[in-house]
């Protein structure tokens, strides 16, 4: 794992006080952290998908976009900072207007030694970017975590 320190947050997404190497957040049971999740789909309801090239993940199909907000000796990043970086480094999109936080849920799961231990900040905006377009977030979310996260997820109107 790279040398990134993340935020320690508590089962609310309120940040604990404690930064941590992303490792520590990763591995055995993992520490809870802040994470973000980014969803990009059309007027049709496609959504833009894309299969992970990642040292624990690779190969895996993922939603279109996640991250950390990162701690630096210059100050936390943001949620909408990490969206920023995430969207610019996955998919070259520069420009990036009206982000904002609809919603959160908290995930666990095991990968051998590691794991994912994470509250996940859920963010939209409205962009087109050849045809995909950020419309009516809620309905598609709703469709593709029903069963996996419908419990955890808080949606904020």
Avoid at 110 to 121: F, I, L, P, R, T
Wanted: hydrophobic share 40%.
């Amino acid at each position: 794992m790279d040398k990134q320190i993340i935020l320690a947050v508590d089962e609310d997404g309120k940040f604990s006080g404690e930064y941590i190497p992303k490792e520590v957040g990763h591995t055995g049971e993992g520490k809870r952290h802040l994470a973000i999740t980014v969803l990009l789909y059309n007027n049709k309801g496609q959504v833009l998908l894309q299969k992970r090239k990642h040292k624990i993940f690779d190969n895996i199909w993922d939603i279109t976009g996640a991250t950390h907000p990162l701690h630096a000796d210059a100050g936390d990043e943001s949620l909408e900072e990490a969206t920023r970086r995430c969207l610019k480094i996955e998919w070259g999109i520069r420009e990036i207007r009206k982000i904002r936080v609809i919603g959160s849920f908290n995930y666990f799961a095991k990968y051998g030694k590691y794991c994912e231990n994470e509250h996940c900040a859920i963010l939209r905006w409205g962009m087109n970017i050849n045809g995909w377009i950020r419309v009516s977030f809620y309905r598609i979310l709703k469709k593709i975590l029903k069963n996996i996260l419908l419990g955890q997820l808080r949606l904020q109107k």
